[in-house]
């Protein structure tokens, strides 16, 4: 059973640079897509970036475009979100999300979720 730990937030300046990363374990991650969402404090869960299973191609939210950067690594089992520049807008929760298909069937699984506090 596939089970994700997210980790590398903390506190840090504006114009600071975090990485976050997204373990898996039960599971090898290449089979699935992997997304990064955030969900700051009185406001709807959001999605941040994207990367595909099948052919590794990414998205980013028109908010984080020009500074935020997915990647996977395949051989670590994780999948990276480097974020620079942040801004105090960037705080929240930020969690990582496994989508797959089985049978014509949609599956997710979420991690737990790692705060990330922009603030001088």
């Known amino acids: 059973q596939l089970q994700l730990v997210e980790s590398g937030g903390g506190l840090v300046q504006p114009g600071g640079s975090l990485r976050l990363s997204c373990a898996a374990s039960g599971s090898t991650l290449d089979d699935y897509s992997i997304g990064w969402f955030r969900q700051a404090p009185g406001k709807e869960r959001e999605g941040v970036s994207y990367i595909s299973s099948a052919d590794a191609s990414t998205y980013y939210a028109d908010s984080v475009k020009g500074r935020f950067l997915i990647s996977r690594d395949n051989a670590k089992n994780t999948v990276y979100l480097q974020m620079n520049s942040l801004k105090p807008e960037d705080t929240a929760v930020y969690y990582c999300?496994?989508?797959?298909?089985?049978?014509?069937?949609?599956?997710?699984?979420w991690g737990q979720g790692t705060q990330v506090t922009v603030s001088s």
């Open positions: 999300n496994a989508k797959w298909v089985v049978a014509g069937t949609p599956y997710d699984d």
